[in-house]
């Protein structure tokens, strides 16, 4: 029996062993699956359950959306005046075959879900992560648009797919592709396809589009700012052509008729552009283009937004106001424009954008559209002397640099003055805005470095770095990009991507936080010492016409110059406070003329004018907080000119000490001997005797080295010379003298030596004196007067030595040149201008009071594509 129970436990064991691997796993995967449907279908079910309800009233008469500005005052109402509605009936069979060609190819197939397009995107979004391809179909789109926020959720997407299908469920294809494009946004404020045929050709009636302008039509809502043809002829171009080819693909027209449909250049279909109606609009631009980065392009296209902006409606009216006509400041031309951002140096929220000149609505906005300028000296604070200090190349401020002769290659840099300056502080250097000592300092820090520090303050070199980027003559920004940059210094070293969104309201009520992160992009005595530097460019450097009175203010001016041309294309003025941060570009908008001088009008000074003016209006009434040292940063007293840097001594004249900043651990290490005080050795063997025969005293001493001597004789005066004698005439008899000299060395004088003589008696010098009266008179007189001569030019003689430069014309540092700048093909730049010192004359009159008699500076930057020099040219104040 034993064995028997065993042999039957045995046979068991042997049979479990024989079952197949296979299907346990086939077993585990059926059971997997099934839960996994199971849990899908619950969470499907959930999510459809929670979806929003089909409203017809949304789907057929779009939402505006509202704008807001940071005080929560609505400010902008779009789309509801930009909309025309257009039946199914009115759109052309080209249009509806276009469209559906690019945007949803089987959408009289499908059911609201096209299951191929969709597989095709699982699996790219399996490969390269959720949400890198839609497949949306048309149904989706109008349910994403009248429902549903546009974040790249699951629940969303589920939601979307239930809504979808129920819509088509519900409504025929032709309501749905009428509600499609009547609702889409096509850019420049156009909302449906009827207003953007008017408002990009011109047309009000659909039928009259050719096959070219009905391509462009269809391709414009997957990116419409990108390619808005009034902005980007040549994207829309290029999406044009891929339009076109679309339709070849899905047998719309032929491949003739797309050959021929391409010749066609965008820009001869367009019509003139015309200025969109809301208040802010340059405003309103940044808007569209945040909203454009968050969701696809998408733009003002979602309906039912309530959108909260950083707008400060005060600001904004300073800014427009300064660009218009009434600002008070005189312009040179007509040609000259202007692009301004305003921002929160805190938060880096943008308070204000100027687009244009007289605020054209709609007009092309200078301050983020576009390729944008080359920003001249304004990139040294960013790419030569910040870098320094944070890589630890430069300790202080007084950081000694020689300005001198530099070749780099086959680029032979100059300054704006054709001149050359010799030793000079990091401080003087920014100040003045000198090329050399810019470029040294770029060198020094290395080219990688400098790149990586400037990416840290949201500045691309999409080309790669240049030598000529050192003083801003190669790569191209935008006002919002440089005040972003800037004020990371007014920041702590904190940098934060200037934003005009802060927070999104869907009409489902959700709601999305637009605020960017911020980050650390330097340390805060990098920032401090840097913005310490453009302190000194305010007071005392280029940018004194656009200081403001009582502002603790930093800034940096930059303009640029072209080949073989005088004068500048580009004028910059950026700056900041605790409060503001301010960039401000005018220029040629064409970018290959330069900018004309009129109507008595330096060109680039208006630039620093309209910075003056919007500094001013947007602090007033408002405490605004000094820059704040760090702790880490220390003051010292150096002695000007000191190599390495020296404390002053006892004896070093207050005109010769500066006070610089220094890292700690980085103080002068030595005090200055230059002015060290030196005993003056006295005059020796002095001997004085009375010489009957003169009746006067004979004085003499020796003396090693140069030096004058006063010489006094009590009680008959003191007289100077730079001789070892001296003579005391017509002495009194029985009277006796009391002599001292002293030796006198750079206003030095030394320890007196003396000695007293005693006249003979009184009655015989007096019988002489009875014999000769007139002889004893006339060498008296004659006498008196040699001694008043030699006194007096004694005197000057001292004055001279003591004040070697008081004869000196004061109005000797005005310096004129000019000359032009040429970038080699590795981005090097040459160039030079002309500059009229910032110093007054003596009835008082300063660069303030005469702003016509300005400096400009010529630096040398340059396009490397192009090859045409558009280099810096620094300051024309």
Known sequence: MAEKGQSRASRRKQKKKKRPIWKKILLTIVLIGVLCVVAGGAVFGYYAATAPKLDEEKLSDPASNIVYDMNGDEFAELGSESRRKVNYDDLPQQLIDAVTATEDSRFFEHNGIDIIRTGGALVSNFKNGFGAEGGSTI??????????????????????????????????????????????????????????????????????????????????????????????????????????????????????????????????????????????????????????????????????????????????????????????????DDQLQAGITLLDTQSGAIRAIGGNRNNELGGYNYAIQGDGRQPGSGMKPILDYAPAFETGVYTSTYEQINDEPLTIGSWTPGNYDDQFHGWMSARTALAKSYNIPAIKTFQAVGAENAEQFANGLGLEFPDGIKNGDSIGGAAQFHTIDIAGAYAAFGNEGIYTEPYAITKIEFSDGSTLDMKPESEAAMSESTAYMVTDMMRSVMTEGTGTMANVSGLDIAGKTGTTNLEDQKGSPDSWMNGLTTNYTLSVWTGNPKGNTVIQDGNGVIGTNVAKQLFKQIM??????????????????????????????????AGTPS???????????????????RYEEEEIDPVTGLSASYDEASNSINISWNYDGDASFSVSADPSGSTSTSDTSAVIENVQAGQTYNIAVTASVDGETSEAKSTSVTVPGEEENAEEEEENPDENAENQEDQNNEDQQNEDEQNQDQNDEQNPDENADENSDQNNGNGNGNEDNNGNNNGNGNENSDQGDESGNTEEENPDEGNQETDTGGDADSGTDQGETDEQQ
Do not use: C
């Open 139 to 332: 149904d989706q789109q109008v349910i994403k648009r009248s429902f549903l926020s546009p974040e790249k959720t699951v629940k969303r997407k589920m939601q979307e797919w239930w809504l979808a299908f129920q819509l088509d469920r519900q409504y025929s294809k032709e309501e749905i592709l009428e509600m499609y494009l009547n609702k889409v946004f096509y850019g420049q404020y156009a909302y449906g396809v009827a207003t953007a045929a008017e408002t990009y050709f011109g047309k009000d009636d659909l039928n009259d589009l050719t096959l070219p302008e009905t391509a462009l039509l269809a391709g414009l809502p997957q990116r419409p700012t990108a390619y808005n043809p009034f902005e980007n002829p040549d994207l829309a171009q290029q999406r044009m052509n891929t339009v076109l080819d679309l339709m070849v693909q899905h047998e719309k027209i032929t491949q003739a008729e797309a050959d021929e449909a391409k010749k066609t250049n965008v820009e001869d279909l367009l019509t003139e552009k015309q200025p969109q109606s809301n208040k802010y609009g340059a405003f309103l631009d940044e808007v569209q283009n945040e909203l454009s980065e968050r969701f696809e392009d998408a733009d003002l296209n979602l309906d039912g937004m309530k959108i909260y902006t950083t707008l400060d409606p005060d600001a904004q009216d300073t800014v427009e106001n300064a660009l218009s006509e009434d600002s008070g400041i005189v312009w040179p």
């Open 616 to 649: 001013t209006n947007v602090h007033e009434g408002k405490d605004t907080e000094s820059f704040k040292k760090p702790s880490d940063v220390v003051e010292a007293k150096v002695e000007r000119g000191s190599r390495p840097a020296a404390s002053p001594s």
């Open 655 to 673: 005109s010769e000490i500066l006070t610089e900043l220094f890292l700690k651990g980085n103080l002068p290490g030595a005090t200055s001997e």
